[in-house]
């Protein structure tokens, strides 16, 4: 049942070209407007993070680029086609993976299961080898029940899985929320090989330290809008702007 | 003892029933979170698509086991499509009503055409017969019945919990929304999912054909009973409620034999004393 995917690393769109941009983009849960006008932009092969408080708006960007949030207005462009009306399984074959705050690991499969459960949208995902190279842990557990795994090895799993499926556009969303500083610093690792690998990542991340580590761009979202935007070289000049966002 | 080992095969059979109307029953509530009250009424559209094939178009049993489960299937997903997918997210109670004013409607066309009385299915001829076991003489065709239900059902099963397809559907059962964003199509999935349930409600319909008759009120009178079986064996477990049908049609056999006042009684004082000790049923997850 191995899927022998060929061993290629996904080709950079476009040479580091835009790949995603998003504009105006408004969105509601229900009754409650969330998103207020988000505008930004992902290059191809940039890790790209975006900060902010609890309930700024973060992971609802996420979940609105993936088509997750049923009202959203505004323009969501993917490689120049836009994706504002596209449902989320269109958007899934597009080459844009998500893996959610809460992971999603489902208790109904086993490990193996899990990590074989998205679909190939195309070719170019790294081949199991790669993966458990990455994450031996997940080897020597693949016939247990997703959810008797730790909160650590659960995340990783829920990395793994979207890295087998060729898309080249991950988000993921607070990867190290809640997990060991050891766990933390593996998940680091992982986000800088991905990057070499030429994968391009939107993050959401509230703990900076552990995004100053591996991204290129930050975003800061407040209230439903992006209200700041500097590069990893300007992070130190922004620092006490940033502590205020943060207010931390 | 004869009648021992007669009461333990009526068992069986209707146990087969149990099992395969249970099956779609627990099959449609994990994916579709809906508790299908039209299954007695696809059970009976089953026995009559066979009736027709065979009265109008000339299509054997044989044939029939295979079409009448499409046909059927093709129906439920039509009515999924244009009616029960509206109903996602809201309250079961909203299922439950559209489901069972769908019976009633379909049960009402075909006793305004049919009558309640039933009409005759004949057994096909290769199963015709029975065979001395020595301790009991058994017709062959309910042999069948019961050998071909527990075959359809295992098969379920193994589709359901060890191939890929299946993980989708347990995914999907847990979180539709992260399974869609994986890049599956769980609307198209679901859809087939209501049809692969009431295929298997329909494929009972046929195999009861040639011992119960063609009746409109033929899965009325079943369906009752078969919820029973599902509150005791839980909606959330496949093996569950195989095991539990066939147990239970045994069970009702034995009651038949040893205490005949109580045979139709004895499952829903089972349902009962299963809610008091465990009210999501034996082998079932809370909803």
Known sequence: MVETATAQAPAKTASGGNILQVRNLEAWYGESHILHGINFDVNAGEVVTLLGRNGAGKTTTLKSIMGIIGKRTGSVKFNNQDIIRTTSDKIARMGIAFCPEERGIFSSLDVRENLMLPPVVRPGGLPLEQIFDLFPNLKERLNSQGTKLSGGEQQMLAIARILRTGANFLMLDEPTEGLAPVIIQQIGHTIARLKKEGFTILLVEQNFRFASTVADRYYVVEHGKIIDGFSNAELAANMDKLHTYLGV | ?287
């Open chain 2, 1 to 287: 003892m004869q009648a021992l080992y007669a009461q333990l095969l009526v068992g069986l059979i209707n146990g087969s029933f149990y099992a395969l109307l249970s099956l779609g029953l627990a099959v449609i509530f994990g994916m579709l979170n809906i508790i299908n009250f039209a299954h007695g009424a696809v059970y009976m559209m089953g026995a009559f698509a066979a009736y027709f094939l065979l009265n109008l178009g000339g299509i054997n049993y044989w044939w029939a086991l295979l079409l009448a489960p499409i046909i059927v299937g093709i129906f439920g997903m039509i009515l999924e499509r244009t009616m029960l997918q509206w109903l996602t997210g809201l309250d079961h109670l909203y299922g439950l009503l559209l489901t069972f004013g769908i019976a009633l409607i379909v049960q009402g066309v075909f006793q305004n055409y049919f009558g309640s009385s039933g009409l005759p299915y004949a057994i096909p001829d290769q199963l015709k017969g029975g065979m001395n076991l020595g301790f009991m003489f058994l017709p062959v065709y309910r042999g069948w019945v019961v050998i071909f239900s527990l075959v359809v059902c295992i098969a379920t099963w193994f589709l359901i919990e060890k191939t890929r397809l299946g993980a989708y559907l347990r995914a999907a059962t847990e979180n539709p929304t992260l399974v869609r964003a994986f890049g599956v199509n769980v609307p198209r999935m679901i859809t087939l999912t209501y049809g692969l349930g009431v295929g298997l409600a329909a494929l009972a319909g046929v195999l009861s054909a040639p011992i119960n008759q063609v009746r409109p009120l033929m899965g009325a009178d079943l369906i009752i009973v078969v919820f029973a079986v599902v509150v005791i064996g839980g909606m959330g477990s496949i093996m569950g409620s195989i095991i539990t049908g066939f147990a239970l049609g045994v069970i009702e056999g034995m009651t038949k034999y040893f205490y005949p006042e109580a045979s139709n009684t004895v499952v829903f004082v089972l349902m009962v004393l299963v809610l008091l000790v465990k009210p999501t049923g034996l082998t079932g997850r809370a909803a």
